[in-house]
């Protein structure tokens, strides 16, 4: 009977979350701010409402259960040309910046917050210096943030949660153990966590890759996508390396890959289940955030509560001034290293650029977890008293980032003039204009093979393709012009060879760097519906 009462508990919660999760991503859609940041405002509001069940945040499941997918499903959306090419601007800010932040916030908790010392502060500093994967990229996306801005907050979030966690080791390790660990051994401990999980992402996104190229089933490639990130994330902690960065390349390897292995109809139905499967878990996780307070502020003993609003919003804004104070001179050397040492062509940020960077340094819920996380005796067997504190002001961080700075970026953005962008548009013109050319080619070069025999087909897709080119080249096309569809198998095997033209056309921009795969996505899923529809007229096939 208890266990049954302790499932329907579960169910319960469960329950009460899809709902708020949903009712309030309504809310978000209508006031148009983030859904992240009305997410966590409703849980804050929620938690003080007497005779709810009791939600608590089990880092447990944040680490084995939330955190791979999400970060599939962010590194599945990176496109690895921009990712690569601002590598060494991602480094700044993943290793560099979460370096900073841990030995500066070591430094200030040991001089100006009572209870803390210089092993207390480092850890401090290790759980709130990584960004959150899933507030940047949904908070950055829905501003329209320039391209150049979001791929580098995206890269950055998906890879500083390792250099972030590996420094919490090293700060769990001197306060519980009592040793501190040589500049080298944290260097070779970085590069195997790097090298060690990367390899181990590679190896499983190589394996499902195997999987999907001989499996044309779209539940079972389903399932096949849902089981990676987290094969993935337990092979790379089982190797001692870094489980998240394992997550990270097996997605990006997966996402280029399925390009080619994944049929149209499977692509369709795989990204239905992703994008309602992230958009669940990252609700989940932010109305978790804001239900958190009553049981961090439950914690804190020695305390008053004027002293802890003191403490959380000093700390807050220290952290915003760090990043902020680190920006400036990291970009002017990443833009050295780049154009002098790399030969890049690339343009120096402007300082706009760089301040809207630098306040764009949401938490979440992965330093909460860490936070929580924290043992609660120390090697000596004494109890870890500061570690009710370390939770507080973690918790602050994520509100004042997420809260305060997210509301702020819209009207910032606006002021600055940096909404908008203008460069994936552009590319995609270019793209549609480069694969439509080639599918005319080809269409004009096979009637003159074939005659008269199939010339109505011919024709007729000619003056589809044709009439897109016209209305492309006009700038007025603002959907796919396909023209009366004469019927006839002819057509359809002419349909489906052109469709597949304009695939292989795609994908050889794609390899070649002239598009990213953001834009192949795009031209990739409009292609995909208009081959599902050609296999559903065609005699005996039904869409997958």
Known sequence: MNGAE???????????????????????????????????????????????????????????????????????????????????????????????????????????????????????????????????????RTLGLPRRITDLLEGESLVNDATGLLALEFGVMMLVDGHTPTIGAGLLRLLWLILGGTGVGLLIGVIGAWFERWIDDGPIEIVISLVAPYAAYLAGESAKASGVLAVVACGLYMSRKSAVYFSAETRIQVNAVWDALTFVMNGIVFVLIGLQLPYVIAGIRGYGVKGLLIYGSVFSVVLILLRLLWMFPSSEVAYQIRTKLLKQDYKRGGPRGVFVVGWTGMRGVVALAAAISLPNMLGNGHPFAEKNLIVFLTFSVILVTLVVQGLSLPPLIRALGLAGDEAVRVEEEEARRLVLKEVIQFLQEGWEKEGEDSAHAYEDLLHQYGHRMEALIEDAAEGDHSGHHHGGASLLALTKKAVEVERQTMLRLRDEGRISDEVLRMLEYELDLTESRANSRAPGVSAG
């Not at 508990?9 to 809310?27: I, K, R």
């Not at 849980?43 to 944040?62: A, D, K």
């Open 6 to 140: 302790s499932l329907h508990g579960v169910q319960t919660v469960f329950l009460l979350l899809m709902v708020f999760v949903a009712a309030f991503a309504v809310v978000a859609r209508r006031l148009q701010v983030p859904y992240p940041i009305v997410l966590v405002i409703a849980g804050l509001g929620i938690s003080v409402v007497p005779g709810l069940p009791r939600i608590t945040l089990n880092p447990e499941v944040v680490f084995l259960v939330i955190l791979p997918p999400l970060l599939f499903s962010s590194a599945w959306a990176m496109s690895l040309r921009e990712f690569k090419f601002n590598l060494v601007s991602i480094g700044m800010l993943a290793v560099g910046l979460v370096g900073f932040t841990v030995w500066a916030v070591a430094m200030f908790a040991d001089h100006f917050i009572p209870g803390l010392g210089w092993q207390a502060g480092f850890v401090l500093g290790a759980v709130v210096s990584p960004t959150d994967a899933i507030a940047a990229t949904s908070i950055a």
